[in-house]
């Protein structure tokens, strides 16, 4: 076993396609001697775990409850690979927080009960991923928070949606394999929760983009329209770090939920940062 908890376990679903076909990219690295029903755990060269499971991620609930108890009470994240599916099955790569904001949990999860975050580690792989846009010639998202499993150490998804295709595309596969391992918490980020805006969050995906901002838990303005106050009390407390709110327009922080929760952030409170090939960069905002 290694002596320390690592900084993030990747966890791949042998039934979801594009989990599969990152984790073969990977090989069989060696085993740490620790495994979790039956399955062991393995070290990739970057330092990052690897672990195979089964089933699908979506109803893998509590799976962090059967790890060893070095990576539970650590600072370990858990990070899923997968399939990225929607009505209009528009190719592109997103990265999201796990949990049920509302009163439904069709996908996984518990309803009104929300994952913790690890809100730079995400802005790590949105901008990683940003940077390889122009070899996947795919879009690169956050998602607002949605769907489970349930788990109770910081997690998040990183998805590839390829639309009508019959196999997840090579250059994003191979994406994802590069970009995963290698996830750090950059310094220098200021984290807040972000609430408003439409299920593809474009005004924290491009805050997260050209400024040092992170975001943990994505309350979309569908969300907020059932949100109650012990769900935004959570989405505050499960985003690692938070310092307050940063909203896509100024009249979703009105809402009688988030009243008392944290202070008020504008976009241009982060500072700006440069992008990889600019020498650049700006965000308007509130």
């Known amino acids: ?20 076909a990152v984790g073969e990219r990977w090989g069989t690295p060696p085993s740490t001697g620790d495994h979790v029903e039956g399955a062991p755990i393995r070290v990739l060269p970057s330092g990052a775990l690897l672990l195979r499971r089964p089933g699908p991620h979506i109803h893998d609930e509590h799976v962090d409850r059967l790890l060893p108890e070095a990576l539970r009470s650590g600072s370990t994240t858990l990070v899923f690979p997968s399939i990225h599916r929607s009505e209009r099955n528009v190719p592109c790569l997103t990265v999201h927080p796990l949990g049920n904001p509302g009163a439904q949990a069709e996908v996984g999860g518990r309803p ?11 802005a790590d792989a949105l901008r990683r991923l940003d940077e390889r846009a122009a070899d996947t010639g795919l879009e690169v998202t956050f998602e607002a928070t949605h769907h489970g499993p349930e788990l109770s150490i910081p997690a998040f998804f990183v998805e590839i949606g390829y639309g009508e295709q019959a196999t997840p ?7 994802l394999a590069s970009v995963l391992p290698e996830l750090r918490p950059p310094e220098g980020d200021r984290v807040a ?18 400024r ?17 106050p012990e769900v935004a009390r959570q989405a505050y407390a499960a985003t690692g770090g938070a310092e307050g709110i940063v909203a896509a327009r100024a009249e979703d922080l009105g809402l009688p939920a988030l009243q008392g929760i944290g202070p008020r952030l504008k976009d241009r409170e982060a500072p700006v940062r440069e992008r990889l090939g600019s020498t650049t960069a700006g965000a308007s905002g509130t």
């Not at 009104?112 to 995400?122: E, S």
């Not at 929760?193 to 050209?210: D, I, N, R, S």
Request: cysteine-free.
């Open 1 to 20: 076993m290694t002596a320390a908890a690592p900084s993030h376990l990747l966890v791949v679903a042998d039934t979801d396609p594009v989990a599969r």
């Open 112 to 122: 009104r009960t929300l994952v913790p975050t690890d809100p730079r580690r995400m």
């Open 169 to 175: 595309p090579v250059e994003a596969v191979r994406a």
């Open 193 to 210: 929760l972000a609430v408003g805006g439409g299920h593809y969050a474009p005004h924290f995906t491009e805050l997260v983009k050209e």
């Open 212 to 228: 040092r901002w992170a975001f943990g838990h994505i309350l979309s303005r569908h969300a907020l329209t059932e949100l109650t």
